[in-house]
């Protein structure tokens, strides 16, 4: 049979030594350990409702992570792949779908290299061998980026519905964090009249539904007050807390780069030679990612891991500074 049957196999082969990884693991980030032992009294209580910790309910975050991570150890058994198997999942969904906007934006040629220079970076790579929150989110962004991209360009019912799912299932994840990425692409929705289609909102209230679902159960148990603790968490972020230390307002401008070196160098390039390409190719590129920064760099809170929601367009970006590089080479010469 012709090798280009194969080529999608090919293409894992060289992902799963990143990716995989069978030896023991130690939970070091403090939320990692504590999504891991939350995940662990879901089992042992079986309540798929209530986070709780060392047997108290402590609601300053949503369970979707918990939940991924018990149901993942219900399924494959408790043991400490299982705990990563979400995360895992949710990487591999990131670098299909980074492929595939890298064809919608840029063209099909090479659209492999932009999931490699992402797996290869710094930042997602920490954060893709943990079992936390971050990749998951990211990748449900990546999927609306998609989704929205594909809505405008096929007009299709299937993608603009999936265009407005996204935003409650992020929301389920990191709750008020979901607004940076909605106002980033919300220009678009608004100009491309995807958010007046009743597609768009009939996937938005589906997913919505675990959040609606979710919120409606821990009301009903313990009532609102208790259910405000969400609200408390969203207080204390928008001030200076332990997680802001003070940080500055260019935070990002340093910090980014330095965790995504050496690609940051060339998305640096790509990121300023993108008149060749559409309007299209110009906002997801440019101005989305741009929007994400600004936003990131006003709220109070500042962490290395906000930014991994961008970081498929920083790769797509980091492929086209190479290519501008190497089809202007002479000029190194």
């Given amino acids: ?59 300053d975050r949503t369970i979707a992570t918990q939940f991924l991570i018990a149901l993942s150890q219900k399924i494959f058994g408790q043991n400490d792949f299982a705990i990563y198997i979400p995360n895992i999942v949710s990487g591999i969904i990131m670098l299909f779908l980074t492929s595939k906007i890298h064809k919608e934006l840029i063209g099909e040629k090479n659209q492999i290299f932009s999931a490699l220079i992402l797996s290869t970076t710094f930042l997602w790579i920490n954060f893709f061998h943990m079992a936390t929150q971050d990749i998951t989110f990211s990748a449900i962004v990546t999927f609306g980026i998609f989704s929205t991209i594909k809505a405008f360009k096929t007009k299709k019912p299937f993608f603009i519905f999936f265009s407005g799912i996204w935003i409650g299932l992020a929301v389920i994840l990191k709750t008020y964090l979901t607004t940076i990425p909605f106002l980033a692409l919300l220009p678009f929705l608004i100009k491309t009249k995807i958010i007046k289609n009743k597609y768009f909102w009939i996937g938005t209230l589906v997913g919505f539904l675990p959040f609606i679902l979710w919120s409606y159960n821990i009301i009903s148990i313990y009532g609102y007050n208790t259910f405000s603790g969400l609200y408390s968490k969203l207080l204390l972020l928008s001030k200076n807390n332990n997680y802001a230390y003070n940080l500055p307002f260019y935070y990002y401008l340093w910090n980014l780069p330095a965790n995504t070196f050496p690609w940051s160098l060339f998305s640096i390039i790509g990121f300023f030679n993108l008149s060749k390409f559409n309007k299209l190719s110009h906002y997801f590129l440019f101005k989305y990612p741009l929007a994400i920064m600004i936003f990131l760099s006003i709220f109070s809170t500042k962490t290395s891991y906000y930014p991994i929601q961008i970081l498929p367009l920083i790769s797509i970006n980091s492929y086209f500074g190479l290519e501008y590089i190497y089809t202007k080479r002479t000029f190194f010469t």
């Fill in 1 to 59: 049979m012709e090798i280009s049957k194969y080529r999608n196999f090919i293409k894992l082969f060289i992902f799963a030594p990143l990716l995989i990884f069978i030896g023991e693991r130690s939970p070091i980030a403090f939320d990692e350990g504590y999504y891991i032992l939350q995940s662990k009294w879901i089992l042992f209580t079986n309540d798929w409702i209530s986070p709780t910790y060392w047997g108290n309910l402590v609601l």
